[in-house]
């Protein structure tokens, strides 16, 4: 008989008490036999980690010195762990006790796959897609992320439209499934992303040296979202768009990134002056401050950049269309419709 390979999923926790009590159960309840639960804590100063030892002692917890963003927390925490597949978990997901296995089974039938997520619905209503992930991310050709099942910020609901597995470009963090392997392969996380958008930048350059990254329908899990910083906060606004600037020019060529980059620029001035027509000062400020961060950093995301090959880039689920036209212009609202 085939051994089973190992998996370990980690959960990546700051001040999330109230989560792992409602979530971890779930968690726990998973059925794959190969299986390592693993929270991960970036300096919590609630009583996270006396909860797990005290209810969870199966649970393992592994502790970080100081709280390294979602990025750099889990760079950390995964430096410590040995197993064929990690899955990164949010603290915010409940999950179904088979979970686990159709997605492993999925990645075990081709070894160009390097990363896969689940079917991600909305814990608050279970008939719709979650914004982070829905049923797979793709990106258009100015770098904007959407998703089937998202687009900006309209939800589709689930009517098994998407119940297809399909390569897709990017893999959603909040129930991220990777070999261990590709995952030492290309760095791990860029921890100067802090939070947002890392997950993209990790399928981009395992994309950039040729492998798959997938959708598997079979696997449901329900995200409540935003659960560290939500949509009304600026500093989500200034993550979202200092780091998609840094992930275009990560990415791709001097050149090309620099095209890129020029018009997106332009491009958040729009969302800046929406910002402030909208009454939403602190957001457009949020703009300028990311921007400013971009530039300071744009040599050294340039020496970044200079160490990706994309010779044997895998092009599939890139869009070469703008999906701000496609939604804003020609009010296409659904992933079918484009």
């Known amino acids: 008989m085939t051994k089973l ?15 792992l009590q409602q979530f971890l159960p779930s968690v726990f309840a998973s059925t794959y036999p190969n299986l ?26 592994i502790t970080n010195d100081n709280n390294y963003g979602f990025a750099g927390g ?17 603290s ?10 159709p997605v492993i089974d999925l990645m075990e039938s081709d070894a160009q796959i390097a990363t896969a997520q689940p079917k991600i619905l909305s814990y608050k209503e279970k008939d719709k897609f979650e914004h982070a992930g829905a049923a797979g991310g793709f990106l258009d050709m100015f770098g904007y992320p959407f998703c089937r099942g998202r687009i900006f910020d309209s939800v589709e609901s689930d009517n098994g439209q998407y119940d297809d597995v399909k390569e897709i470009f990017w893999a959603s963090g909040a129930a991220l499934f990777i070999k261990r392997d590709k995952w030492i392969e290309v760095g791990g996380l860029d921890a100067d992303f802090f939070a947002h958008m890392e997950e993209i930048d990790l399928c981009w350059r395992l994309k950039n040296n040729g492998y798959k990254v997938i959708y598997c329908p079979d696997s449901v899990v329900y995200h409540v979202g935003g659960g560290t910083l939500d949509s009304e906060n ?15 020019q990560k990415n791709l060529s001097f050149f090309h990134a620099s095209i890129i980059i020029f018009i997106r620029l332009w491009l958040d001035l729009v969302s800046l002056l929406k910002f402030l027509y909208d009454g939403r000062p602190k957001h457009a400020r949020a703009i300028n401050k990311a921007h400013t961060a971009f530039l300071k950093a744009i040599f050294k995301t340039g020496k970044k950049a200079s160490k990706i090959s994309t010779a044997r880039f895998n092009g599939t ?8 036209w496609q939604y804003f212009v020609q009010k296409k609202k659904t992933f079918n419709s484009l």
């Open 317 to 324: 689920a890139l869009v070469n269309k703008s999906i701000v």
């Open 36 to 61: 390592r639960i693993i929270v991960g804590d970036n300096a919590s100063t609630d009583s996270s980690v006396e909860f797990i030892r005290a209810n969870y002692p199966q649970i393992e917890v």
């Open 74 to 90: 889990y760079n950390k925490v995964l430096d410590q762990i040995d197993s064929d597949y990690f899955i990164l978990l949010n």
């Open 234 to 248: 600026p500093f989500k606004t200034y993550l979202n768009f200092r780091n998609n600037l840094f992930l275009i």
């Open 5 to 19: 390979p190992s998996v370990s999923v980690v959960i990546l926790n700051w001040n999330g008490l109230n989560y």
């Open 92 to 101: 915010d997901v409940e999950v179904q006790p088979q979970w686990i296995q």
